[in-house]
């Protein structure tokens, strides 16, 4: 096993990152740090971080996005070594899952993977996938189960804030347990001497009463290497809301049912319009609306935002007709908004303006 998939020889990984700094790099930048496409090994992953759920965007792209499938560009062993080329390059925690389980049987008792076998404890409830902030109002004791790809070989141990019980398992062995109700001499914590390869950990948690999980914890490493486990609630004191201000704003955010990379034009009549800028057609648009953001990550947020207000239905068709669209920059200049793109080669700026109190008007030059 390397990296978490099975048979993968180092030719198979030299065939992927050949592949990888033909094409990919381009957009996911020579180090996989991210360009015009998102880092590549963060913590973060948009579309899910197994290796199934690589291998589909490879094959089949995000739609709306400059991402394109690559299924009839390359061969399954090229799209394959491609996908174990990336996970290759992985460090820190991956492929999370979370599920929370009713507190009462739990009561007591030592945690343990063994203790979840039971029927008693199936009524679990699956929190979304990849996505290390904890749910409000949770109640219960957490279970994680998730991979590490260790880059550095050294010493590591897990450095968990005390409370409530805690207990790690490392490639099935207890590493860590910790219960606050308890001296901290009982403690238990174990360094790991790890080499580079994918290990399966587990963390069980609960707190006594909580409105919010508290739970954090950190794999800490050799030379400053920290891989968070888990972060805080999703209450925060982040500000959550973006309204409409004097000047056009023009933001990117992810949206439910919307292409990731539209532009959201919010112009100072609190009209907001989504443009699209791989087909120059306006996806949808509001009036009396805002932007309801869930509580960003440092990088790329797990969970969508939403917009808040009324639809505006007219205007939801296309403005550029070509299929030769190419987008530069958008500008907000005072209460318009520019979006400069070249179509069929020529340039061309498509400017925004608000309109009375719920309208706008859309002129192209
Ligand atoms: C023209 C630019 C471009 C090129 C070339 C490109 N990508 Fe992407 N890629 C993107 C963008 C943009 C996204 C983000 C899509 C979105 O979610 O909006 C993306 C997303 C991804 C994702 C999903 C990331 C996540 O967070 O889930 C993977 C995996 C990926 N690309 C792999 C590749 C591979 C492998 C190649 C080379 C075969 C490649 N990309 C080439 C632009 C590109």
Redesign the pocket.
């Known amino acids: 096993m390397l990296f978490g998939v099975a048979n993968v020889t180092a030719a198979d990984l030299e065939r992927g990152k050949t592949?990888?700094s033909q094409?990919?790099?381009?957009?996911?930048g020579p180090t996989l740090d991210g360009?015009?496409?998102?880092?590549?090994k963060d913590q973060?992953?948009?579309?899910?971080?197994s290796p199934s759920?690589?291998l589909d965007?490879?094959d089949h792209?995000?739609e709306?996005?400059?991402?394109?499938g690559?299924k009839d560009?390359?061969s399954e062993v090229d799209?394959l070594a491609?996908?174990d080329?990336?996970l290759s390059q992985q460090e820190g925690v991956r492929e999370m899952i979370r599920s929370i389980y009713p507190p009462e049987f739990f009561k007591e008792k030592r945690l343990t993977p063994d203790l979840f076998k039971t029927g008693e404890s199936t009524s679990q409830t699956l929190l979304p996938e990849n996505w290390i902030y904890m749910p409000r109002n949770a109640v219960g004791v957490i279970r994680v189960t998730a991979k590490v790809h260790i880059q550095k070989p050294g010493s590591y141990h897990f450095a968990i804030r005390r409370l409530g019980r805690t207990a790690v398992y490392f490639e099935g062995e207890e590493v860590h347990y910790s219960d606050d109700s308890k001296p901290k001499g009982d403690d238990f914590n174990k360094a790991l001497d790890l080499k580079p390869g994918s290990y399966t950990f587990e963390i069980l948690h609960t707190e006594k009463k909580s409105h919010a999980y508290r739970f954090h914890g950190t794999l800490t490493g050799p030379a400053g290497t920290r891989f968070p486990l888990s972060g805080r609630s999703l209450q925060g004191n982040i500000p959550k809301i973006i309204v409409a201000g004097p000047e056009v704003k023009i933001v990117r955010k992810?949206i439910k049912d919307l292409?990731?990379?539209a532009l959201l034009c919010l112009l100072p009549n609190k009209v907001i319009v989504a443009y699209n800028t791989v087909d120059g057609s306006i996806l949808k648009a509001w009036h009396s609306a805002e932007i309801n953001q869930t509580p960003s990550l440092p990088d790329?947020s797990q969970k969508q935002s939403e917009i808040n207000g009324t639809e505006i239905s007219e205007s939801t068709r296309p403005i550029l007709k070509s299929s030769n669209i190419e987008f530069i920059a958008y500008e907000s200049k005072g209460d318009k908004a520019l979006i400069h793109s070249v179509v069929d080669g020529k340039p061309t700026t498509v400017t925004l303006v608000p309109q009375s109190d719920n309208s706008f008007t859309i002129s192209i030059q």
């Open positions: 592949l990888y094409i990919c790099f381009t957009c996911h360009g015009i496409g998102p880092s590549l973060y992953w948009h579309h899910g971080s759920a690589i965007v490879i792209g995000v709306g996005s400059e991402m394109i690559y560009v390359f799209r491609l996908r080329f990336l992810w292409p990731p990379r790329r």
